[in-house]
Structure formats: structure tokens, C-alpha cells
């Protein structure tokens, strides 16, 4: 039988890469493998590496430290135009006085490929990223998201074995990114190229990533799934980063995480301070009097599910707590409620 699952063997290897500029560590020891036609993304704040990585990937900045692998072999001192991988850049860089089928064409001219090849090529590009009708159209006459296709097609064009995105739809507005996010990863998937994505916003990471990686300081916090990263973060900042996670503090004393007002069973063994992390959707408001009492302060409305933020008495920030809008239990500012967290789906790091 065949193995269903995609080869997990790495096409890129990323082994202690560093980036110093003066007194600022860009990048930190960074090390991880990208999979084969693995639709990676690397996520984090403003000013955590992102795009340094990303610009030592494509050769155009110089490691301070460590190496890049593809297939194996050690690229790390070859210039951009030596790497089978291209970069898509964010202002897309479109030739505005050129056609769309020249502005496709002209990187397998200067690489002088047949005429017919050319042609072939463009052609077939066009096809896959649904431009066909828009040949001969000059950017200027294109939508946001036309240009963002055309500028992905001729990144394409040239077959790179890796494609690298920095910030891709950051120039699009929301509902035409939502749009593009899942094109994005149809057309990944047609053309069975590897794709390396840099973004800041972890809900297009979620979407869109097979694996992500979460940078912060220019350092590795978590690499795994999407639903691993928010299932089980390894970490407070990751776990903050990525979707809402409500935090407790107080200690672990003899298998129970207390809190003033708070005690629940836990696995962890060790006992000291520790803070308590639970994601909105795992707190369920009960009817029987032997939960955590809050008061509800607010009742924010998101379509299906209704937020209500509770104060309870071991936490300085209201609690937030997901139950959908259709709830038997009406619920007001001002009521006086219950809750249960499920032990099974709470975290506890150490402070
Ligand atoms: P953003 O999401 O804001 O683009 P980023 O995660 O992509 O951020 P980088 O652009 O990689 O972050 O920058 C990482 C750190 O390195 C920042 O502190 C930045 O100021 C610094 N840095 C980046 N390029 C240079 C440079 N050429 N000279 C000096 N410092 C730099």
C-alpha cells in the first residue's frame, strides 16, 4: 500500500541562521526544515525577523551565522539569481509600461529560453492563476487582487522550487484577502511548489499554513500545525498570539491549580506559582451553583457565538467565555453567573 500522507522529507533546511545588524539580533539561532510543497508560514509581531529570514533565504542579506539547505546542499554563499527560489515581494513590482503576458515573459527571456517555450509557459501560467482574458492589459488596468495574481504568476512562471511570499495580500482589502487566502492555497496545491508565506496576522497564518512557525525577538518560540500551535501553544506569548486565551494566575499546590475563588484538578505534579490559560470556547456557563461566581460586564455579539466577559474574583481582567447566541440561559450585564472550565482543555505554564 502507499503511503497517503504528504513526504515529510525537508527541501529546506534552516540550521542556526543568525542576522546581526550592529546591536540588533534580527534572527537568533533560527533552525527548522520546510517540508516538500509544504504550505509553511512564519508569523510573528512587528520587528521579530520575519522578513530578515526570509531576505537570507532569497540571498539578498548575508547570515551572520549559521546555514541554509536545499535538497541537502548548502546555498547560504550563493547570490539570488543562483537560487532555485523566488521572492514575491509585498509592493509586487510590476513592470507598469509591459503587458501582462510581457511582464510574465520577461524572466524566461533574460534567462533566454525559446521563443515557443516562452510562449508555452506564459500561457499556461495564465491559465492556473486565472488571468487568460487579461494578456494584454497593462497593470494599471488591473484590480488589487488581478495584480496581486499577476505578480504570483510571474514569481511562478520561472518554476522556482520554493516560492517566498513576504506579507503577500497586506496591500488588499479584507474581504478580497479572505478571498485570496484560499485561492492562494488552491494554486499551491496545483502547481505543487513549496511556499514559504511571511505574514503578521495569525488568523491568515491559521487559514492558510499547513505548518507555521511563531518568531519573536528573532527567536523559534513554536513550529508546528496550525491546530497543535493553538491547540497545546507551548509557550505564554504564543499562546496569547495566536487566537484569544484567557490567563489566571495563582499556584499548583498537591495536583490542584488554585486561585482565589478557583480550584481545579490538573495534571501538573510539581507544585509553585503558575498561570492558568484557557481559550474562550472551552469555559461553559453551568446551572448549578458549584462553579466558578463571576458577573458578566459585557456581551459582545459574533454572529453564531456571543462573547460574554465575566469578572470573577481571580482575575484582574474579565474572563472571556464563548456560548453560542441560540443559549437557553439568557444573558445580561449585570447577571451573576457560574462557570466550568474543562480540565482537559486548560494550560498551565510557569510563571
Ligand atoms: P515587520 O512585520 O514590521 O516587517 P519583521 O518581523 O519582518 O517586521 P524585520 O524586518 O526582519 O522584522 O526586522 C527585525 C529587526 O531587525 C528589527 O528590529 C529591525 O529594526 C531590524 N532590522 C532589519 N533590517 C535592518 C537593517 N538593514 N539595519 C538595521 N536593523 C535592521
Do not use: W
Not at 150 to 163: E, G, Q
Not at 253 to 270: I, Y
Not at 314 to 340: E, F, K, M, N, W
Amino acid at each position: 500500500m502507499t503511503d497517503p500522507s504528504p513526504p515529510l522529507e525537508p527541501i529546506l533546511s534552516i540550521d542556526g541562521l543568525s542576522k546581526t545588524f550592529g546591536p540588533v539580533t534580527a534572527v537568533d539561532r533560527v533552525s527548522l526544515d520546510i517540508r516538500r510543497n509544504e504550505f509553511f508560514a512564519l508569523l510573528g509581531p512587528s520587528g521579530c525577523g520575519k522578513t530578515t529570514l526570509l531576505r537570507m533565504l532569497a540571498g539578498f542579506e548575508a547570515p551572520s551565522g549559521g546555514r541554509i539547505l536545499l535538497d541537502g546542499k548548502d546555498i547560504s554563499g550563493l547570490p539570488p539569481e543562483r537560487r532555485p527560489l523566488n521572492l514575491m515581494f509585498q509592493s509586487y513590482a510590476l513592470f507598469p509600461h509591459m503587458t501582462v503576458a510581457k511582464n510574465l515573459a520577461y524572466g524566461l527571456e533574460m534567462d533566454r529560453l525559446p521563443k515557443p517555450e516562452i510562449a508555452r509557459r506564459v500561457e499556461e501560467i495564465m491559465t492556473v492563476t486565472d488571468l487568460a482574458g487579461f494578456a494584454d492589459r497593462k497593470p494599471d488596468q488591473l484590480s488589487g487582487g488581478q495584480k496581486q495574481r499577476v505578480a504570483l504568476a510571474r514569481a511562478l512562471v520561472k518554476r522556482p522550487k520554493v516560492l517566498l511570499l513576504d506579507e503577500p495580500l497586506g496591500a488588499l482589502d479584507k474581504k478580497l484577502r479572505e478571498r485570496m487566502q484560499l485561492e492562494l492555497k488552491r494554486l499551491q496545491h496545483d502547481v505543487g511548489i513549496t511556499f514559504i508565506i511571511v505574514t503578521h496576522d495569525q488568523e491568515e497564518a491559521l487559514v492558510m499554513a499547513d505548518r507555521m512557525a511563531i518568531l519573536k525577538d528573532g527567536k523559534l518560540l513554536q513550529c508546528d500545525t496550525p491546530e497543535a500551535v493553538y491547540e497545546a501553544p507551548t509557550d505564554r506569548f504564543v499562546a496569547n498570539f495566536i487566537g484569544v486565551m484567557n490567563f489566571i494566575d495563582g499556584r499548583v499546590t498537591s495536583g490542584r491549580f488554585e486561585a482565589s475563588g478557583l480550584s481545579l484538578a490538573v495534571s501538573e505534579e510539581v507544585d509553585g506559582p503558575a498561570t492558568l490559560a484557557v481559550r474562550p470556547e472551552n469555559i461553559a456557563v453551568t446551572g448549578t451553583g458549584d462553579g466558578i461566581g463571576g458577573t458578566i460586564v459585557d456581551v459582545a455579539y459574533h454572529g453564531l457565538d456571543r462573547v460574554l466577559h465575566v469578572r470573577i474574583e481571580a482575575s484582574p481582567t474579565p474572563l472571556q467565555v464563548r456560548v453560542p447566541a441560540q443559549a437557553a440561559i439568557p444573558h445580561a450585564v449585570g447577571d451573576s453567573i457560574q462557570l466550568v472550565m474543562r480540565p482537559d482543555r486548560v494550560r498551565l505554564f510557569r510563571n
